[in-house]
């Protein structure tokens, strides 16, 4: 009789089994791979261990079920992983500092970039807002998300896209003055990239980042 852990066993084994034929076999995204029965037939297992290991790859972003199609590879897309993450982040009650730390270091990767090609200046300019008595919060998200932008690659716009969502998601209480002080902090890291003087700007978004998650703790609703 077969146990549940020998079958759980006989899932993950199927599992790597299909990782493993799709770069064998070089499939790329929306490649089709072959049906529950071949897959059981090749591999000597039954169809429902195929069909449990294929809802697990499913589940987890590799593969995707297309009606009419069968199972197909699916397109990168860690987006409910690092969701998942800054939800147990949540309820573990982690320091919102050591996240911001993990923001920050994305935005210093996108000013390396910008260092070696300046074509996202103009874009980051395009997201100053110089009133402060209309400076929202979507306004801050956008400064940030410009400098993001520097960076053409879709895993890294899938993370650290999420991890800044999750700055924006509690209400939080600002005066003028925070407003302020946010706008003189845009305007400094922007003319410091313009300027070319890219460790300044690191400095610059250092300070102003660490500063926010102090702000961030302190202010939320």
Do not use: C, W
């Amino acid at each position: 009789m077969e146990t549940a852990s020998g079958r759980q066993s006989l899932k993950e084994k199927m599992v790597e089994n299909i990782k493993a034929y799709i770069l064998e076999e070089h499939l790329k995204v929306g490649d089709k791979l072959p049906t529950e029965r071949k897959l059981a037939e090749d591999y000597q297992v039954s169809r429902s261990v195929v069909r449990e290991a294929l809802s697990y790859l499913e589940n987890t972003g590799v593969t995707e079920s297309v009606q009419g199609k069968g199972t197909l590879v699916k397109a990168q897309d860690i987006t409910s992983l690092i969701e998942g993450f800054l939800f147990s982040f949540q309820v573990s009650q982690g320091s919102l500092k050591d996240l911001m730390m993990l923001r920050l270091t994305f935005e210093l990767a996108a000013i390396d970039v910008m260092e070696r090609n300046q074509t996202a200046l103009d874009t980051i300019e395009r997201a100053l807002v110089n009133d402060a008595s209309s400076f929202t919060r979507e306004d801050d998200k956008a400064f940030h998300q410009s400098i993001l932008e520097a960076v053409n690659s879709p895993l890294f716009k899938q993370m650290s896209t999420v991890v800044q969502a999750y700055f924006y998601q509690s209400p939080i209480q600002s005066t003028i003055e925070d407003n302020e002080l946010s706008i003189h902090d845009h305007n400094a890291i922007y003319n410091a990239l313009k300027a070319q003087n890219f460790p300044k700007a690191k400095e610059l978004l250092t300070q102003h980042l660490l500063r926010g998650a102090t702000f961030y703790d302190e202010n939320r609703i």
